[in-house]
Protein backbone atom coordinates (compact mmCIF):
# COMPACT_ATOMS: atom_id res chain seq x y z
CA UNK A 1 0.00 0.00 0.00
CA UNK A 2 2.69 2.34 1.07
CA UNK A 3 4.33 1.94 -2.17
CA UNK A 4 1.72 2.22 -4.70
CA UNK A 5 0.96 5.80 -2.64
CA UNK A 6 4.79 6.63 -3.02
CA UNK A 7 4.83 5.70 -6.78
CA UNK A 8 1.42 7.71 -7.68
CA UNK A 9 2.53 11.00 -6.17
CA UNK A 10 6.05 10.65 -7.43
CA UNK A 11 3.90 10.18 -10.94
CA UNK A 12 1.61 12.76 -10.62
CA UNK A 13 4.59 14.67 -9.68
CA UNK A 14 6.42 14.50 -12.62
CA UNK A 15 3.12 14.77 -14.82
CA UNK A 16 2.49 18.25 -13.40
CA UNK A 17 5.69 19.37 -13.66
CA UNK A 18 5.02 18.95 -17.46
CA UNK A 19 2.10 20.65 -18.09
CA UNK A 20 1.33 23.60 -19.87
CA UNK A 21 -1.50 26.01 -18.85
CA UNK A 22 -2.31 29.04 -21.32
CA UNK A 23 -4.88 31.79 -20.62
CA UNK A 24 -6.38 33.81 -22.81
CA UNK A 25 -8.82 37.09 -22.30
CA UNK A 26 -10.66 38.20 -25.14
CA UNK A 27 -13.46 41.72 -24.96
CA UNK A 28 -15.66 41.64 -27.62
CA UNK A 29 -17.89 44.65 -28.26
CA UNK A 30 -21.93 44.07 -28.47
CA UNK A 31 -23.69 46.40 -30.57
CA UNK A 32 -26.05 48.03 -27.80
CA UNK A 33 -22.11 49.28 -26.64
CA UNK A 34 -21.42 46.83 -23.64
CA UNK A 35 -18.14 44.97 -23.53
CA UNK A 36 -18.13 40.92 -23.04
CA UNK A 37 -15.09 39.51 -21.85
CA UNK A 38 -14.06 35.71 -22.33
CA UNK A 39 -11.41 33.71 -20.86
CA UNK A 40 -10.10 31.00 -22.01
CA UNK A 41 -7.92 28.68 -19.89
CA UNK A 42 -5.89 25.59 -21.76
CA UNK A 43 -4.25 23.23 -20.24
CA UNK A 44 -1.98 21.21 -22.82
CA UNK A 45 0.91 18.34 -22.23
CA UNK A 46 3.17 18.79 -25.49
CA UNK A 47 3.93 15.24 -26.54
CA UNK A 48 7.38 16.38 -27.32
CA UNK A 49 8.13 17.11 -23.65
CA UNK A 50 6.56 14.13 -22.04
CA UNK A 51 8.58 11.22 -23.38
CA UNK A 52 6.33 7.73 -22.47
CA UNK A 53 9.51 5.91 -22.31
CA UNK A 54 11.15 7.47 -19.86
CA UNK A 55 7.82 8.39 -17.79
CA UNK A 56 8.24 4.16 -17.98
CA UNK A 57 11.50 3.84 -16.93
CA UNK A 58 11.20 6.00 -13.79
CA UNK A 59 8.11 4.48 -12.78
CA UNK A 60 9.97 1.29 -13.07
CA UNK A 61 12.90 3.03 -11.26
CA UNK A 62 10.92 4.34 -8.36
CA UNK A 63 8.94 0.66 -8.19
CA UNK A 64 12.53 -1.00 -7.94
CA UNK A 65 13.60 1.59 -5.30
CA UNK A 66 10.44 1.78 -3.61
CA UNK A 67 10.18 -2.60 -3.21
CA UNK A 68 13.91 -2.50 -1.92
CA UNK A 69 12.68 0.08 0.95
CA UNK A 70 9.93 -2.33 1.89
CA UNK A 71 12.46 -5.54 1.77
CA UNK A 72 14.28 -3.43 4.01
CA UNK A 73 11.62 -2.27 6.21
CA UNK A 74 10.31 -6.36 6.76
CA UNK A 75 14.21 -7.76 7.10
CA UNK A 76 14.81 -5.30 9.93
CA UNK A 77 11.12 -6.03 11.50
CA UNK A 78 12.06 -9.85 10.73
CA UNK A 79 15.23 -9.03 12.79
CA UNK A 80 13.86 -8.12 15.66
CA UNK A 81 10.95 -10.19 16.23
CA UNK A 82 13.60 -12.93 16.11
CA UNK A 83 15.32 -10.76 19.02
CA UNK A 84 12.70 -10.23 20.92
CA UNK A 85 11.84 -14.21 20.65
CA UNK A 86 15.36 -15.79 21.53
CA UNK A 87 15.23 -12.68 24.61
CA UNK A 88 11.65 -14.33 25.73
CA UNK A 89 13.06 -17.81 25.58
CA UNK A 90 15.78 -17.26 27.33
CA UNK A 91 14.09 -15.53 30.14
CA UNK A 92 11.53 -18.55 30.02
CA UNK A 93 14.57 -21.02 30.67
CA UNK A 94 15.86 -18.56 33.40
CA UNK A 95 12.39 -18.30 35.03
CA UNK A 96 12.21 -22.33 35.48
CA UNK A 97 15.67 -22.73 36.34
CA UNK A 98 14.98 -20.12 39.23
CA UNK A 99 11.47 -21.88 39.65
CA UNK A 100 13.18 -24.78 40.07
CA UNK A 101 16.21 -23.59 42.46
CA UNK A 102 13.20 -22.20 44.66
CA UNK A 103 11.28 -25.76 44.57
CA UNK A 104 15.01 -27.37 45.69
CA UNK A 105 15.33 -24.71 48.69
CA UNK A 106 12.30 -24.86 50.14
CA UNK A 107 12.39 -28.88 49.84
CA UNK A 108 15.97 -28.37 51.51
CA UNK A 109 14.44 -25.97 54.22
CA UNK A 110 11.20 -28.48 54.88
CA UNK A 111 13.67 -31.44 55.41
CA UNK A 112 15.29 -28.76 58.03
CA UNK A 113 12.48 -28.22 60.08
CA UNK A 114 11.27 -32.16 60.19
CA UNK A 115 14.62 -32.38 61.35
CA UNK A 116 14.53 -29.37 64.27
CA UNK A 117 11.35 -30.56 65.01
CA UNK A 118 12.85 -33.98 66.02
CA UNK A 119 15.56 -33.01 67.62
CA UNK A 120 13.24 -30.27 69.70
CA UNK A 121 10.73 -33.20 70.23
CA UNK A 122 13.37 -35.53 71.60
CA UNK A 123 14.48 -32.81 74.14
CA UNK A 124 11.07 -32.20 75.19
CA UNK A 125 10.92 -35.90 75.84
CA UNK A 126 13.69 -36.44 77.54
CA UNK A 127 12.63 -33.40 79.70
CA UNK A 128 9.50 -34.46 80.80
CA UNK A 129 10.74 -37.69 81.53
CA UNK A 130 13.46 -36.27 83.79
CA UNK A 131 10.93 -34.14 85.37
CA UNK A 132 8.90 -37.30 86.03
CA UNK A 133 11.69 -39.19 87.62
CA UNK A 134 12.43 -36.04 89.98
CA UNK A 135 8.80 -36.12 90.98
CA UNK A 136 8.66 -39.63 91.54
CA UNK A 137 11.55 -39.32 94.20
Keep these: MKKNILAALVISVFAM ?16 GSMTTTTTTTTETPS ?3 DSSKVNKTKEDIKTKVDEAGNKIDNAAQKAKDKI ?18 K ?6 GKDAKEAAKKGASKVEDAAKKVKEDLSK
Excluded: P
Design 17 to 32: ACTKSTTKTEQVENSD
Design 48 to 50: DIV
Design 85 to 102: DATADKTKQDLNKVGKDI
Design 104 to 109: SGVQEA
